[in-house]
């Protein structure tokens, strides 16, 4: 029966290509991005008309941040990098001054409004493209899961990774994980790999197995744009959307998740088993909710922070920290009181939040509350949120 | 605290549009698509330095697929559609005739190895666009499902619905949704709109409550492209990527799904409660997985079926199929002494497929084999692929 559909889907091939619609389909005819032996990478793209075709990507230099792509005489423009070292990296071309997702590559993320091209340097075993990259490991699965949440009074939307053997196992410990503004619950498992590296964190015994619950930090949103009933709207930093108010803030709600997945998933319901951590809106969110419930999370990660007390932000933050008596008794319960694990901060040197958490930093050290902290180089981006989570991950539930 | 964190927010807001890789980001500063009062729509694309901007899309009519947009004194061309129909569309621009998705929409997806830009025209209750959009009714879970295939030594991925209430239920049918050639575990629910549809009848009552399982009909793959140890590579219809051979075929390997499921899901296992169905070659997959285990499904979908038997298309498949023995022993024991409840075949009356079910039915005909047959307008389209599903999802487990 099998060569004999093969057969069939060959002539399936054949016709398809030739289907009505054809118009709507492009011909890729390069390939790009070609990742070559010495893990330089080649990028082409087919623009016989074009006058000028550029290349950007994080990969190049902060200095040259867009490169001119040479043209052959086939209408082939084209670039080789330099030789990358692993990670997962972004891109798009500019062709006659306008942004352009390579065709040929259908990898691609989307971070709020704009979609990016991706590829991923593997690199050697352990190296964090291989963390990033699928491999033949077990593999956890991930749900799209709906769920009441009475303080929002809304049906919301999460995203749930089990960890593989998860029907086998029990008492698994849990870590939330939160996105930043302008993300949602798609963020951490579509940019930031989440499955990928935990998958391959605990296929080499490095992480515990853990589900890894991922919330949308939006509490006025139900789920990701075009995952609710608001429509397929175009989200938007910069306003323009008109979304329905919170019932109540991010904080306030989040014990709604937590006595769900209590509720529904075979978790260790304590203190030792509950990790929160996020990346700067999110990091806010985990600094806020272990100090609003300061029983609850043993193990605590502050990833690019948006560490935000007080409407003023023209104060510094140690000083209106240091005056605000209900956020100093809320810090006691947690740090004296409470005494989590893990405390656990992390910035890159060049984030434009790097002094608001250095403002923190110097209120916890004040107050002699134990940290970790961890500054990396580069700045507000998911390069570093990715490595924040392969680290952080390492460290909990031990 | 609420009040504080939107301020944090907006800081935050105003910080990133500064951030170092800002070149990767789009400004899409018009609207686009614009679905207008009376549902008609505009298209817009600032594009001051382009010489032509084209629009194709699935709503223009056959003989005009490709339109002109019109330039205005800003630099944005546009241009307006009729009035549309209640439906989800798919469209693209081409900018000096190079092909450009639609930098204001996110909405998008991918078929095989290309990426079109989408919208739905919602319409009225119970219309085609209300019945693909997410509306406010109970949601069932979408997850991404790792099983062991022991047939074909793969740990491989499907995508499982589970209806909204699954929690507290018990006994549920099973729908098995089969894909199309150059598809994967994605296709139903990204392209087919498969949540949507079921969320949406199970809500009105027009649907029983059901597990919807989309199964990987690649025998050689363990999972959509980018998604198993084999990497990111690009998907084709013509070959290039030289893919692992498969162990056995979709219908010797399909029980390993069904025993995963039964096993793992609180299911009803009997054939009054299985169905399956699928597009070209899962409606192919579908015909030939329901008479290789004839006792087994009581509903049988076959969606623009590419129903073959033997291995030269030329000879026309009445033939082929009239002298078969095997073919006909086991077209026997499914018609004959297991009498499915419903055996459906549904085409466009412009589907390339079209002879081919033909001469299918033709034999049925002969054979006094009970079927339902729907014929649409239309070809090889996802559009009718919806419609079919909508329909046989009514007619399923009642």
């Known amino acids: 029966m099998r060569s004999k559909f093969i057969t069939l889907t060959l002539l399936l091939v054949g016709s398809l290509s030739a289907m ?27 623009a016989p008309k074009a006058v000028t075709v550029e290349l950007t990507g994080d990969f190049l230099p902060e200095k040259t941040p867009v490169v001119k792509m040479t043209e052959d005489s086939a209408g082939v423009w084209s670039f080789t990098s330099d030789i990358l070292e692993p990670e997962l990296y972004s891109y798009c071309f500019f ?77 698994y410990p849990v870590l939330y994980l939160l996105h930043g503004a302008g993300g949602d619950e798609n963020a951490w498992s579509e940019l930031g790999r ?21 919330t949308n930090g939006n509490p006025n949103c139900a789920a ?25 803030s991010m904080d306030e709600s989040f014990m709604d998740v937590v006595n769900f997945i209590e509720k529904n998933y075979k978790v260790a319901k304590n203190k030792q088993n509950r990790a929160i951590c996020g990346l700067s809106m999110g990091g806010g ?10 029983d609850k999370f043993d193990y605590i990660g502050l990833f690019s922070a948006a560490v935000g007390i007080g409407g003023d932000m023209k104060i510094p933050t140690i000083e209106r920290m240091k005056a605000d008596a209900e956020f100093n008794k809320q810090m006691e319960a947690l ?14 040197e060049t984030d434009f939040l790097y002094q608001n958490n250095k403002d923190y930093r110097d209120y916890l050290d ?19 949120w990715r490595i924040y989570l392969s680290d952080f991950a390492q460290m909990i539930f031990k």
Chains 1, 2 share one sequence.
Do not use: C
């Open 224 to 248: 990701a744009p075009g995952e609710w009933d608001f429509g397929m709207y175009q989200p938007s930093f910069r306003g323009g959307v008109r979304l329905p108010q919170a019932a109540a």
């Open 194 to 214: 989440a499955s990928q590296i935990l998958d391959n964190l605990i296929a080499t015994g490095k992480a515990k197995p853990m589900i890894v619950v991922m």
């Open 95 to 171: 062709v006659n001054g306008m942004r352009y997702l390579d065709p040929s590559n259908i990898y691609q993320n989307r971070d709020v409004a704009t979609w990016t091209s991706i590829f991923i340097i593997k690199g050697d075993k352990g190296s964090k493209g291989d963390l990033y990259s699928v491999n033949d490991v077990p593999h956890g699965n991930l749900a799209k899961v709906w769920y009441e949440s009475p303080a929002l009074k809304l049906n919301r939307r999460m995203t749930v990774y089990t960890p593989a053997g998860y029907e086998k196992g029990k008492n």
């Open 366 to 384: 004040s107050m002699g509350y134990k940290y970790e902290y961890v500054e990396t180089s580069g700045g507000h981006i998911w390069r570093n």
């Open 335 to 348: 740090f004296v009181k409470n005494q989590p694990k893990l405390y656990w901060i992390a910035i890159g």
């Open 285 to 294: 969110h985990s600094f806020a909710i272990s100090k609003r419930f300061p």
């Open 20 to 46: 009505a619609q054809q118009a709507l389909f492009s011909s890729a005819a390069v390939k790009s991005p070609e990742i070559n032996p010495d893990n330089s990478v080649t990028f082409r793209l087919y």
